[in-house]
C-alpha cells in the first residue's frame, strides 16, 4: 500500500528482517526486475489451497459471479500509451478489471486487468479459459452479459448458469416478454447480428424467468437450470447472491484502496494489481480456516454472523512480512484465524439500497476534489 513513501515503508519492512534501508529509487529500480506475471502466479498458487477447503454450497452448487469495473491509473507518459487516455481534456487514463468470484468465500478465483477497449465480455471469456468446466460450479452474470454469445458461449462449454437480460435490447428479450407466462423454456434463435457475432446459425434452448420486483420492475432472467428443480423464487434468491461480487470489487477499491498506486509504469500497475488479488485471497482463505471457529461461537446466537473482512485484511496486512519471511508460519496463522474469528459483524438479510442514476457526472481522480 502506497500511501506513505515507498521509501518509508520498504524501510519499515527492511528494519522486520534485519536488513538496512534503502532509497525510494533503489526499490523503485528493484520492483521492475520481478515479472508482474509472478504475483498472477501467486494467485494461482492460493488456487490450490482453496480447492482443499470444503467450502459451502447453496443447493450443492458453487456460487461464481463474475463482473468488472474501472481503474483510475497514474499520469505518466508510460501508462497514457499502454492504456491510452479517457478523456483528452483531463488526460486522465482508465484500465477495466474483471473478477470470477466466490460469493460464499469471497475468493477470487480469476482477475484480469486490461485496457479499456477491451470489454468485459472478452476479459470474461478470458478468465473463464483457465476455469475448468464443473457440473458443482453455477455462474451468475448481470445484464451487461445477457447476449445470444455469452449463452451460446456458456452451453457449448457445458457451464451452467444464471444471466440477466435487458428486457427491450433484443428481439429475443422483446418477444420473451410479450409472453403471458412468467416462467418457461423456449428457443433463442439467433438475429442476423448475433450470428455474426457467435458465428453461429443454429438455435439454442434457454429457460426464460420473468420475476416483478419491489420497484415493479421486470427482472428477467435465462439460466438452463431445470424447472423441476429451480423454482422462480429460487432464480431470484439466486441472481441476489450475486451482489457478492460488488462487495469484492468494493473490497478491492474503496477499503484496500488498490487505486493508490506507487507507481508511473504499466508493469507496476500490473504487480500491484494483482498483489492486492493476492492479499484478498490470503484474507478469504484465513476466514475458510477460521469457519469452525466462528460456528462454534454464534451456535446459540440467534442472528448469522460472519467475520469482520476489513479488520481481517489489516490484521492479515499486519503479519504480511512474517508470513513471507519466516520457515515455521503455523503459530503465526493459527493466531491469525483465532483474530479473525474473534471481530464477528451480523448478516442483515433483505438490505436495500437506491441505486444512483447511472447518467451521474462523477469524478475521474476520486483523489481530486
Known amino acids: 500500500m502506497f500511501k506513505e513513501s515507498s521509501e518509508f515503508v520498504s524501510s519499515k519492512v527492511l528494519s522486520k528482517l534485519g536488513?538496512?534501508?534503502?532509497?525510494?529509487s533503489a526499490f523503485t529500480q528493484a520492483r521492475y526486475k520481478i515479472d508482474w506475471q509472478f504475483f498472477s502466479d501467486l494467485c494461482s498458487i492460493t488456487s490450490q489451497a482453496y480447492d482443499s477447503f470444503s467450502t459451502p454450497r447453496?443447493?450443492?452448487?458453487?456460487?461464481?459471479?463474475?463482473?468488472?469495473?474501472?481503474?483510475?491509473l497514474p499520469a505518466s507518459k508510460q501508462i497514457r500509451e499502454c492504456f491510452g487516455l479517457f478523456t483528452n481534456s483531463t488526460k486522465a487514463s482508465l484500465a477495466r478489471i474483471f473478477l470470477v468470484y466466490d460469493v460464499n468465500t469471497n475468493f477470487t478465483l480469476q482477475a484480469r486487468l486490461g485496457k479499456m477497449s477491451t470489454g468485459e465480455s472478452g476479459l470474461l471469456n478470458n478468465c473463464l479459459s483457465e476455469i475448468p468446466s464443473r457440473p458443482d460450479d453455477l455462474l451468475v452474470l448481470d445484464r451487461f452479459f445477457g447476449n445470444f454469445y455469452n449463452v451460446q458461449r456458456m452451453i457449448c462449454d457445458r457451464r451452467t448458469f444464471c444471466i440477466r437480460m435487458s428486457t427491450g435490447m433484443s428481439n429475443f428479450a422483446k418477444r420473451v416478454m410479450a409472453d403471458s407466462r412468467m416462467d418457461f423454456t423456449t428457443e433463442w434463435m439467433p438475429s442476423k447480428k448475433e450470428?455474426?457475432?457467435?458465428?453461429?446459425?443454429?438455435?439454442?434452448?434457454?429457460?426464460?424467468?420473468?420475476?416483478?420486483?419491489?420497484t415493479g420492475e421486470t427482472e428477467l432472467l435465462v439460466s438452463n437450470l431445470e424447472e423441476s428443480k429451480f423454482s422462480t423464487e429460487d432464480l431470484v434468491v439466486l441472481y441476489g447472491m450475486r451482489?457478492?461480487?460488488?462487495?469484492?470489487i468494493k473490497n478491492l477499491k474503496p477499503k484496500i484502496k488498490v487505486e493508490q498506486f506507487g507507481c508511473r509504469k504499466p508493469e507496476g500497475i500490473y504487480q500491484e494489481f494483482y498483489a492486492h488479488i493476492l492479499a484478498m485471497n490470503m484474507v478469504a482463505l484465513t476466514g475458510m480456516a477460521a469457519a469452525k471457529e466462528i460456528k462454534k461461537k454464534i451456535a446459540k446466537r440467534k442472528l448469522t454472523y460472519k467475520y469482520n473482512w476489513k479488520n481481517a485484511f489489516l490484521q492479515f496486512r499486519a503479519k504480511i512480512v512474517k508470513l513471507f519471511s519466516q520457515e515455521c508460519v503455523t503459530k503465526?496463522?493459527?493466531?491469525?484465524?483465532?483474530?479473525?474469528a474473534?471481530?464477528?459483524?451480523?448478516?442483515?438479510?433483505?438490505?436495500?439500497f437506491s441505486r444512483k442514476d447511472l447518467h451521474e457526472p462523477t469524478r475521474v481522480n476520486q483523489y481530486y476534489k
Request: no cysteine; proline share 1%; aromatic share 4%.
Open 19 to 24: 536488513k538496512q534501508a534503502v532509497t525510494g
Open 58 to 72: 447453496w443447493k450443492g452448487y458453487r456460487i461464481l459471479a463474475g463482473d468488472g469495473s474501472t481503474l483510475n
Open 332 to 340: 503465526i496463522l493459527d493466531k491469525l484465524v483465532i483474530k479473525v
Open 195 to 214: 450470428q455474426e457475432n457467435s458465428k453461429k446459425k443454429n438455435p439454442i434452448q434457454v429457460r426464460v424467468t420473468k420475476a416483478v420486483l419491489e
Open 243 to 248: 451482489w457478492g461480487v460488488e462487495e469484492g
Open 342 to 352: 474473534r471481530n464477528l459483524v451480523a448478516v442483515k438479510m433483505g438490505r436495500k
